[in-house]
């Protein structure tokens, strides 16, 4: 290392810390024989690679509706899951970026029993809000909550049924028992709902927001904003002095409060305007792919959709390729109705794959005793950016298989309560999951919560449950391979595209190298991960 390099890395160290000028940095750095640009790239690098204390981070959510609620069991958009995620709630475990179970508000947790029994240890002294002291019970209580029988959370598909016992071992001791052998177990438990809260009498008391996580709830108004301040009892370490997140799910609206510096980071970038957002002033883009996606859930028990052929003419009638290019801008892949990629152990890519055959659909629609088709189809702008115009191109491209798509324009505020899971054809999307077992037991097992296609297939049903249980990693790959294969031939999940997410980030924020990929938003981790430079 030449004398230079030694001073710029020296440089490079003092200024993450705010104790070098930028032009005293680029002095430096052009002296070592670097441009102009390059070393003002440098100094900006330098200073937001070192985690700082304190300031107010605000951020513009493309999520949330008036009908939110501090209700765990209700969370179902990407407003309220930053609750439960690591802003005022804290699970008891956490996503790596390798998308690995790391201890959270657990300290430990150990097998036994074939992945049958589950030993959790609790952090002693993690602290809720207002005082009190996590306990074993109040998991119990949490745990009821979202899978006794009569829960209506949409966490109770995760476990598929599986749990046996839950009971708490003293004040730090959780034994879980399952009836069948579970290696993902402690993801499950990472989930956004599965948030720990104190409890009284075996019952969950959520209603004033007071979790363990890093921030304090100050304020929160459904639909429109959450403020919180930081947790000074907080068991690990996090940066911002206060946080607000706003829910801004007009595109325009959002774009306008980045660029106008009213928020520090948004989400769900316009791709329509990606590249005026992109070469905004202090800004990096965003842009993570993972297993994410947005789909068109076909319910298979309404008319047309309960005839086979039906649906697979839906498939082959819609060009993927091309909302991949005019709706993700390239910031994506196409889907082939499974719902994941290649991120995610044990996937795999179906044949046939379902590319753009107008004339395949035609026949198909004939073997079902149609010359053709008229279907009505769901669609906003609050399923996916450019949820609209992705309806209004499928209806195009479908216009050549002899089918007529009616393009029902959904207001964005009511749409997740009024036409997911109601309408029987519509626009969904779906956050990445870190599991084959819990992307597939949430979304398509028989009697989950957000089963949105009513697809109720037994032999799928029956290699969930083996393959959960499975320990050998063969057997396991293959009973994967064959249920992934029914979702892809039956199900009425048509999986258009995987979307990367694409956000814009101001140089006033500092963040790690790496970002999750389960989720958007760093995972949702973001409140505890970066920092204000």
């Known amino acids: 290392m030449t004398e230079s390099e030694y001073k710029l890395a020296?440089?490079?160290?003092a200024a993450g810390h705010g104790k070098i000028s930028r032009r005293d940095f680029v002095?430096?750095?052009?002296?070592?024989?670097?441009?102009?640009?390059?070393?003002?790239?440098?100094?900006?690098?330098?200073?937001?690679?070192?985690?700082?204390?304190?300031?107010?981070f605000k951020f513009g959510c493309g999520h949330g509706q008036t009908t939110d609620s501090l209700d765990p069991a209700t969370w179902s958009n990407g407003f309220t899951f930053h609750l439960?995620?690591?802003?005022?709630?804290?699970?008891?475990?956490?996503?790596?970026?390798?998308?690995?179970?790391?201890?959270?508000?657990?300290?430990?947790?150990?097998?036994?029993?074939?992945?049958?029994?589950?030993?959790?240890?609790?952090?002693?002294?993690?602290?809720?809000?207002?005082?009190?002291?996590?306990?074993?019970?109040?998991?119990?209580?949490?745990?009821?909550?979202?899978?006794?029988?009569?829960?209506?959370?949409p966490a109770k598909g995760n476990f598929g049924g599986n749990i046996d016992t839950v009971k708490a071992d003293g004040d730090d001791t959780v034994i879980f028992t399952l009836k069948g052998g579970q290696a993902d177990f402690p993801v499950l438990l990472s989930d956004y709902h599965m948030c720990v809260y104190p409890s009284k009498d075996g019952k969950?008391?959520?209603?004033?927001?007071?979790?363990?996580?890093?921030?304090?709830?100050?304020?929160?108004?459904?639909?429109?904003?959450?403020?919180?301040?930081?947790?000074?009892?907080?068991?690990?370490?996090?940066?911002?002095?206060?946080?607000?997140?706003?829910?801004?799910v007009d595109q325009a609206a959002r774009t306008n409060a980045y660029l106008s510096g009213e928020?520090?980071?948004?989400?769900?970038?316009?791709?329509?305007?990606?590249?005026?957002?992109?070469?905004?002033?202090?800004?990096?883009?965003?842009?993570?792919?993972?297993?994410?996606?947005?789909?068109?859930?076909?319910?298979?028990?309404q008319k047309p959709f309960d005839k086979l052929e039906v649906r697979q003419a839906l498939k082959y009638a819609i060009n993927r390729q091309e909302?991949?290019?005019?709706?993700?801008?390239?910031?994506?892949?196409?889907?082939?109705?499974?719902?994941?990629?290649?991120?995610?152990?044990?996937?795999?890519?179906?044949?046939?794959?379902?590319?753009?055959?107008?004339?395949?659909?035609?026949?198909?629609?004939?073997?079902?005793?149609?010359?053709?088709?008229?279907?009505?189809?769901?669609?906003?702008?609050?399923?996916?950016?450019?949820?609209?115009?992705?309806?209004?191109?499928?209806?195009?491209?479908?216009?050549?298989?002899?089918?007529e798509i009616n393009v029902i324009r959904e207001p964005n505020d009511s749409y997740w309560d009024n036409v997911w899971l109601k309408k029987?054809?519509?626009?969904?999307?779906?956050?990445?999951?870190?599991?084959?077992?819990?992307?597939l037991s949430i979304s398509l097992a028989a009697d989950a919560a957000w089963n949105d296609t009513h697809w109720k297939n037994p032999r799928f049903n029956e290699l969930l449950v083996q393959a959960r249980s499975e320990l050998d990693e063969k057997k396991r790959a293959a009973e994967y391979a064959e249920a992934l294969q029914l979702v892809h031939d039956d199900g009425g999940q048509m999986v258009?595209?995987?979307?990367?997410?694409?956000?814009?980030?101001?140089?006033?924020?500092?963040?790690?190298?790496?970002?999750?990929?389960?989720?958007?938003?760093?995972?949702g981790y973001l409140w505890e991960r970066w920092w204000k430079v």
């Open 10 to 13: 020296l440089a490079s160290k």
């Open 27 to 56: 002095h430096l750095a052009m002296a070592a024989g670097f441009t102009l640009s390059a070393s003002q790239v440098m100094f900006t690098k330098a200073v937001r690679a070192e985690p700082k204390k304190g300031g107010h």
């Open 84 to 153: 439960g995620r690591s802003l005022t709630g804290a699970p008891l475990i956490q996503i790596g970026p390798n998308n690995e179970a790391m201890p959270h508000v657990a300290e430990s947790f150990e097998p036994s029993d074939g992945a049958k029994k589950w030993v959790f240890k609790l952090r002693k002294g993690v602290q809720y809000h207002d005082g009190r002291t996590v306990k074993a019970d109040d998991v119990v209580a949490m745990m009821n909550y979202h899978t006794g029988p009569d829960s209506k959370s």
């Open 204 to 248: 969950i008391e959520w209603e004033k927001g007071i979790g363990a996580g890093p921030y304090v709830l100050k304020n929160f108004e459904p639909g429109v904003k959450i403020e919180a301040e930081i947790n000074k009892n907080y068991f690990k370490t996090t940066n911002f002095d206060s946080v607000e997140m706003l829910s801004i």
């Open 263 to 301: 928020v520090d980071y948004m989400n769900r970038v316009d791709l329509k305007t990606v590249d005026m957002v992109k070469n905004a002033p202090d800004t990096t883009l965003y842009n993570v792919s993972g297993s994410a996606h947005y789909s068109a859930p076909m319910q298979v028990d």
């Open 323 to 403: 909302l991949v290019d005019k709706i993700l801008y390239g910031y994506g892949s196409p889907g082939n109705d499974v719902p994941l990629s290649s991120a995610i152990k044990y996937a795999i890519n179906p044949e046939p794959v379902y590319t753009y055959d107008p004339d395949k659909a035609k026949s198909l629609l004939k073997k079902a005793g149609m010359d053709g088709l008229k279907v009505d189809f769901s669609a906003s702008d609050a399923a996916f950016s450019g949820g609209v115009d992705a309806a209004l191109l499928m209806a195009d491209h479908a216009k050549k298989a002899g089918i």
């Open 424 to 439: 029987a054809w519509c626009e969904c999307y779906w956050g990445t999951r870190t599991s084959a077992d819990q992307f």
């Open 496 to 523: 258009l595209m995987f979307n990367n997410y694409v956000g814009a980030i101001n140089a006033n924020l500092g963040h790690p190298d790496k970002f999750n990929t389960d989720l958007d938003d760093d995972g």
